[in-house]
């Protein structure tokens, strides 16, 4: 069975903290993607990688960035946290290939202060 | 730009109705669709997919879908709801760039 472990059920974090979002995957899956999900808003884009050390913006980069030194690993960083950013984090990886779903991490709560 | 639109924002049923929530989506090439389901307290999981072949599909806990190509639609059903099925639910396309593209999502209610 495909794991994705996020580090952090939840988070607490003050305004203007840098935050680290870890996820692990073990399976061995190419793609990564990071996404926040907003009541109403469903699950939307932040980034995703197809390689070590690739990563391409999603639909709402701004505020974000990423990492993938190792394939099994890409986190997520928030360089400087705003309240806006309060929202469920959501991990996914997934082989190469359109007939693939996605398999999510558990998602990390964050709520900034 | 390409969308995936879910109608129902909250559907409240008692248990044995019958369910059907609506999805559209807009892009007009190959498509891959998929529906999740996450329980409460739980993290996102396939519920079924729909890549080539029968446009009705099944898939895990009784609920199927139908993809119609003609009207963008991939809507998921369910004939006899069950309390367990409360949870929300979101309809997903994957376009031949790999790229995913979610609904809002619908959240179930199920009266016991």
């Known amino acids: 069975d495909v794991k994705v472990t996020q580090s952090s059920r939840y988070l607490v974090k003050r305004t203007g903290e840098k935050v680290f979002l870890e996820c692990v995957q073990d399976?061995?899956?190419?793609?990564m993607f990071w996404y926040r999900q907003d009541p109403g808003l469903g699950l939307r884009l932040i980034y995703f990688?197809?390689?070590?050390?690739?990563?391409e913006k999603g639909d709402i980069p701004e505020g974000y960035s990423v990492s993938r030194e190792k394939k099994e690993r890409f986190s997520l960083i928030l360089e400087s946290a705003s309240t806006n950013q309060t929202s469920m984090y959501l991990c996914?990886?997934?082989?190469?290939?359109?007939?693939?779903?996605?398999?999510f991490g558990s998602g990390t709560r964050l709520t900034v202060v | 730009a390409q969308s995936v639109s879910q109608h129902n924002h909250h559907v409240i049923l008692s248990e044995a109705a019958s369910l059907e929530l609506g999805c559209n989506y807009s892009?007009?090439?190959?498509?891959?669709l998929f529906w999740y389901v996450q329980y409460p307290g739980q993290h996102l999981q396939l519920l079924l997919k729909?890549?080539?072949?029968?446009?009705l599909v099944k898939g895990i806990k009784g609920f199927e879908a139908e993809f119609i190509k003609s009207k963008f639609s991939f809507n998921l059903r369910k004939p006899s709801v069950q309390w367990s099925d409360t949870a929300e639910y979101f309809c997903?396309?994957?376009?031949?760039?790999?790229?995913?593209?979610f609904g809002s999502g619908t959240k179930l209610n199920v009266k016991p």
């Open positions: 990688s197809y390689d070590v050390k690739m990563k």
């Open positions: 399976m061995d899956h190419e793609n």
């Open positions: 997903a396309v994957k376009n031949n760039f790999n790229k995913f593209y």
């Open positions: 729909y890549f080539s072949g029968d446009p």
């Open positions: 892009y007009g090439g190959t498509v891959n």
């Open positions: 996914a990886s997934s082989p190469p290939g359109q007939i693939y779903g996605y398999t």
